[in-house]
């Protein structure tokens, strides 16, 4: 199968740029396309909670002050991703057929907490309100995503949705931003927050037009667990928790360090504006780079890129370089983001998508809390804390570029001679979640894959196996399972050692 980084670019129906950005254009038809209003909502609500917190416990209190109250609301957002994957994702895939719902509950319980949550930013119930507004915020997430995947028709239109969808919210976003900055500083943190509410409001009424999907069959589980247990998936998510570290790292230390030398508010505004322009144009730049390299690469440029600007900041730090900062920082996220959710679409399509999401928006976001929470509580110099970044950054994408060398040398030896060895790797990994029928069934193909090879001293073992085979067919015990993988296993490790005979014996001739 040709690779989507190596096929062929369709060409547009001509040259100019509007005639590229229609290419790029949700269908008028898809019934994605009222996704894309409702999302617009739901960003304008979240930059003016965003907005609205800052108010209440950053900019209004003392760099001291600040820091225990930052401290507690982190601790109190870490709660929601504990119930995130084992509750809200099984409780969205019960809704067969019924995530509209889930999304629009998502969106009026948001605009409901957000109107309490403006008259008691001075009380204690700021924390648990706040907790239940970050839980409502990944309950609309998860459906989303889950959703899209339904909703679209055609498969190749799913990264120019994501993409269309992130570059709406972006824009939504971007120009709240300044709006809520201007009423934080004229009407306050409250006001703010009312704003946000109506957004929310509007969003759940716009969610409305929304079609609701017919409801799907389910996959076998041993299809989830393999799809979802991949090599492809395990590095994306590793790769998007470590950016999504690195921007609650960013987040937080720039807003002390500058707090701390005195930068106005409108300042802070700015920064918020660079990171939604950067994001913006992720949203366009992805499609294009889409098209000519793999998800992955994109992936380990995103990680990159920032690294690079933090050297830059780290060198020379000031409200230039921290500007070039955050646009590096959005535009990271955004092609992060959707390389990300390609590879699951694409790797993993028959997850049950509310439990799949739920579990790698878990892992992803608990890296964006201990981020924040390392730059809270180390008060690193400016200089020091674009650094670290940097490193870190590098680092991470430089381990990623060894791991695809390596794979490809990997993938260079790989052949028929492999076989058995892989088949019985990958019965012990079935074995390992508790799949013992499939774990079986590869560990007797595993022995007549090593049987196929003429001269293994191994006939025994064969009629061992395939004894246990018959055992395996009338009883699926545990056991059985395991003694016909070690049976396979030394059938193996025969097939390897005649083999490596034969080989040295050829160069030796």
Known sequence: MTSPAAAPEPTPQGTGWWSRLRSAAVPVASPARPLLPVQMCHSAGETFFAVSLAGSLFFNVSLDAARPRILLYLALTMAPFAVLAPLIGPFIDRFRGGHRAVLMGALGGRALVALLLSAQLRSLLLYPLAFAIVVLAKVYSVSRNSLVPVLVEEREHLVVVNSRLARDGTAAGAAAAPIGVLILETAGAGAVLVVGALSYALGTILALRVPSPHPEVPASPIVETTEMSGAGIRTATMGMGSLRATVGFAFFHLGFVLKEAGEPVWFFGLMA????????????????????????????????????????????????????????????????????????????????????????ETRIELGWVAGALLAVISRAPDWVGAAVLALWLMTVAGERIAAVVAAARRESGVSLETLPQRLVATAESLAAVGDHQQAAVLAMAAGDAARSVVGIPGESL???????????????????AERMIAVARQLASEHELVITRRAEGRAAS
Do not use: K
């Open 462 to 480: 064969f009629q061992e196996l395939r004894s246990l085979q018959h055992e395996a067919i009338d009883d699926h015990d545990e056991d059985v």
């Open 273 to 360: 504006v660079a990171s939604g322009v950067g994001s913006f144009s992720g949203t366009f730049i992805a499609p294009w780079m889409r098209r000519r390299i793999d998800e992955q690469l994109m992936l380990t440029i995103a990680l990159a890129l920032p690294g690079i600007t933090g050297v830059v900041a780290a060198l020379r730090f000031h409200r230039i370089s921290v500007l070039a900062l955050a646009a590096a920082l959005g535009l990271a996220g955004s092609l992060a983001r959707r390389a990300f959710d390609e590879v699951i679409q694409t790797e993993a399509p028959h997850a049950r998508r509310g439990q799949a999401y739920a579990g790698l």
